[in-house]
């Protein structure tokens, strides 16, 4: 799921009302088999306060209901309570992976012609360009500490 | 004393490993996604922002997604902040509401906007990644940070480094003549060796 576009992060989205409900950044584990990802606590969802027993697998845990805050759809599940196998899903959110996603990056709409030349600069290419800045100013500092020493060390020398 | 290895060969440790500097990592963290305040729709991403146009309070973007529909008719402002402009207003695919604009023809103080996409923040909110939280656009701040005084400052740090090494450089230089002098004539060896140790010091400062 998050590996679809090189290391850009996906966004989860409201199959129906396409209201953000998690991201990748807070991961938490998939399960292949029933086809859910297992995202961190967010905002916008409505957590159920009914626990029922989950029938899925051989040995039922406690669920909750997962509902969007937006439109009320059901999103997923949450487990409340869980045998041992089942430890890794509890208290995360379980989504069904059909719910809609949005690749960071992945906007394409671009207006035709823009050469790189008159290629604007991001906020993003800003921020990698000051952070090179910073290596340098370390680096910088280092050779200056480095130059410092040398000279130290022919004024000893001349001295003995 | 005199062929000890420097103290600075000793140490192997350098506080800046070149090896990183290849690897441009984008933090994540601080991305958001621009959603219509609307309907929700995915209308673009931090990842594609340029800065912010404070006079007509948008976000200036230069990729949006497919759901973002440019309507086809020109349009012309004669006054406001876009006096003088053509332009060609963006429309959410989804719900049909105004997300901004785009600028086809401008005056001079304009004219670095044309082609990109100007997003009205108030019609947006702002899905922030990792705080996992919603928004309104209004309140995220897209500008940019000067950084002219960053790159001037650098300069001079390295024009002051070259310094240095030139001087060093004409100290060594005179130590190895000096050095030839000594060997050809002994006597004199004290008195010049207080002249380079001078001009040692004078560099250092």
Same mark, same amino acid.
């Given at each position: ?56 697998? #051989?040995?039922?845990? *406690?669920? $909750?209901?997962?509902?969007? @805050?937006?439109?009320?759809?059901? /999103?997923?599940?949450?487990?409340? =309570? ?27 709409q671009q207006v035709a012609v823009v050469d790189?030349?008159d290629m604007p ?13 910073? #290596?340098?100013?370390? *680096?910088? $500092?280092?050779?200056?500490? @480095?130059?410092?020493?040398?000279? /130290?060390?022919?004024?000893?020398? =001349?001295?003995? | ?49 340029c ?9 200036i973007c230069l990729k949006v ?5 440019v ?14 402009c053509t332009y060609r ?12 604009v785009i600028l086809h023809s401008t005056?001079?103080?304009w004219s670095s906007l044309r082609n990109l996409f100007l ?87």
């Amino acid at each position: 799921e998050e590996d679809g576009d090189g290391d850009a992060p996906a966004v989860f989205l409201c199959g129906k009302c396409r209201r953000p409900v998690g991201d990748s950044l807070s991961w938490a584990g998939s399960d292949e088999q029933l086809n859910q990802i297992m995202l961190k606590v967010h905002d916008n969802i409505v957590i159920g306060n009914e626990p029922y027993v989950s029938s899925t697998r #051989k040995e039922p845990g *406690l669920v $909750v209901n997962l509902a969007c @805050r937006g439109c009320g759809s059901t /999103l997923g599940i949450m487990y409340t =309570s869980t045998p041992k196998e089942l430890d890794f899903k509890r208290s995360y959110f379980c989504f069904g992976v059909e719910n809609i996603e949005y690749v960071l990056g992945s906007a394409d709409q671009q207006v035709a012609v823009v050469d790189s030349k008159d290629m604007p600069v991001t906020l993003e290419l800003q921020e990698i360009v000051e952070q090179q800045m910073i #290596k340098i100013k370390a *680096l910088a $500092v280092t050779i200056g500490h @480095r130059l410092m020493e040398i000279e /130290l060390d022919l004024q000893t020398k =001349s001295e003995s | 004393m005199s062929h000890r290895k420097p103290s600075f060969l000793l140490t192997d440790s350098y506080d800046c490993d070149s090896t990183q500097s290849s690897v441009h990592t984008v933090d994540y963290e601080r991305c958001c996604v621009l959603h219509c305040a609307k309907c929700s729709t995915v209308i673009a991403d931090s990842l594609s922002a340029c800065g912010e146009a404070k006079s007509i309070k948008s976000i200036i973007c230069l990729k949006v997604t497919q759901d973002v529909k440019v309507r086809g008719k020109f349009e012309v402002c004669l006054e406001g902040p876009l006096a003088f402009c053509t332009y060609r207003v963006l429309e959410c695919g989804i719900c049909h509401r105004s997300m901004g604009v785009i600028l086809h023809s401008t005056p001079t103080h304009w004219s670095s906007l044309r082609n990109l996409f100007l997003l009205r923040k108030e019609v947006l909110n702002c899905y922030m990644l990792s705080k996992c939280t919603v928004v309104k656009a209004t309140k995220v701040s897209f500008e940019t940070r000067p950084i002219r005084k960053n790159i001037i400052e650098l300069q001079q740090d390295l024009q002051a480094q070259l310094k240095q090494v030139e001087m060093l450089k004409e100290v060594l230089e005179e130590k190895s003549s000096l050095r030839v002098d000594q060997r050809r004539v002994r006597p004199n060896a004290s008195a010049s060796t207080s002249r380079s140790t001078a001009l040692l010091t004078s560099g250092s400062k």
